[in-house]
């Protein structure tokens, strides 16, 4: 449960940087019901709790002024596997906000860089910044879509979003093109009658994770209406994530058809079949039934990679219904879609550096 304050207006600022001004101002509700007053003219913007994606989205990275860790090219970040950051390369040396890693913000940075807004995605965080810097901070939700509640939220944020940058537009074309991306993969799987089982390995999340990581509520084969063999598990961690620890042993009882692995994961995938032999009469292994997907989940999710991989598991497992589908022209349609006009070299880059889609043996 989330505990906020609504209708609070604060008015002092632990570093002494106060965003008041006789600016128009226009009211906001955000994501948890918090009441918040923003400029009307939105020129400056941080984004915590992994919201600088959603930014990107909208098109509006040229108003970000600084990033997180985990965005930047330092030691241990992901800035390079992260698409937005690929197409928004120049987003790297903006100063560092934060650190998603070890959930911190940096309040006297941001202070300093006396962003408009900041979006967070934590009702108690932003109450902590708003505080501490006296800058609007606006909820937003950029978790996990695997659920319509959740793709509801989701689309919900975009147009908050959409409205404090002046992205209004934008937001409503985004979220069109995602309800018919999802309605084309609906239509093409819509009367398919297939008994092919599907499992999701390497779901990472805090970095890469084994075999047994997995996602009740893959997005992917939720569109596509597959059978993931998980579908039913207890999530007894990482539940706000979707990603679930399994047995061992639960794995090699449910004996998937199809193994699919975000590629983050390959190696600690590989060193798992490696080190034990109890894998190898799993059908999709055996049977050479496993490939690669783009990381969804890596930095929190990754909706571009989301729709790209379900393309691509839809064309491995209904070839029929995916004949007219070349699933790295669609990855590129969508990243640009997503990330710009400077994003049509994402995928190739991905590739290039970490596999893409491919058929892999384990």
Not at 272 to 291: C, L, P
Request: glycine share 6%; hydrophobic share 35%; aromatic share 10%.
């Amino acid at each position: 449960m989330i505990l906020c304050v609504v209708g609070v207006t604060y008015a002092f600022s632990t570093f002494g940087i106060s965003n008041s001004s006789s600016e128009p101002k226009v009211s906001i509700t955000d994501v948890v019901g918090r009441t918040v007053e923003v400029p009307a003219t939105v020129n400056k913007v941080v984004g915590i709790g992994c919201s600088d994606r959603e930014i990107v989205y909208l098109n509006a990275s040229n108003k970000l002024v600084g990033i997180e860790q985990v965005e930047s090219n330092s030691t241990g970040s992901w800035g390079n596997e992260l698409p937005y950051i690929i197409a928004h390369t120049e987003l790297m040396n903006l100063p560092i906000v934060g650190n998603a890693k070890t959930n911190t913000v940096n309040y006297e940075e941001i202070a300093k860089l006396n962003p408009d807004v900041v979006f967070a995605s934590d009702a108690t965080q932003a109450d902590t910044i708003q505080n501490k810097t006296g800058i609007p901070t606006v909820v937003v939700y950029t978790g996990s879509v695997g659920t319509s509640e959740q793709m509801d939220e989701y689309e919900k944020s975009l147009q908050i979003m959409g409205k404090v940058l002046g992205k209004e537009d934008r937001a409503n074309e985004l979220i069109g093109y995602m309800n018919s991306t999802e309605q084309d993969l609906a239509n093409r799987t819509a009367n398919v009658t297939s008994n092919k089982t599907v499992y999701l390995a390497g779901q990472a999340y805090y970095g890469s994770q084994g075999i047994t990581s997995t996602n009740p509520y893959y997005p992917p084969f939720m569109m596509l209406n597959a059978t993931n063999v998980a579908s039913n598990a207890n999530s007894t961690t990482n539940s706000t994530l979707h990603a679930i620890q399994i047995d061992k042993e639960q794995l090699i009882t449910w004996n998937p058809d199809y193994m699919f692995v975000e590629g983050s994961s390959l190696n600690s995938v590989e060193n798992n079949t490696n080190s034990s032999q109890d894998y190898s009469e799993i059908n999709a292994i055996k049977n050479g039934n496993v490939y690669q997907v783009l990381s969804y989940c890596l930095y929190s999710y990754n909706k571009d990679e989301m729709f790209a991989d379900a393309y691509y598991i839809g064309k491995v497992l209904y070839p029929e219904q995916f004949s007219d589908v070349d699933p790295e022209q669609k990855a590129n349609e969508i990243f640009v879609e997503f990330d710009g006009q400077s994003a049509g070299s994402v995928y190739s880059t991905l590739k290039s550096d970490y596999g893409g889609f491919k058929q892999v043996t384990l």
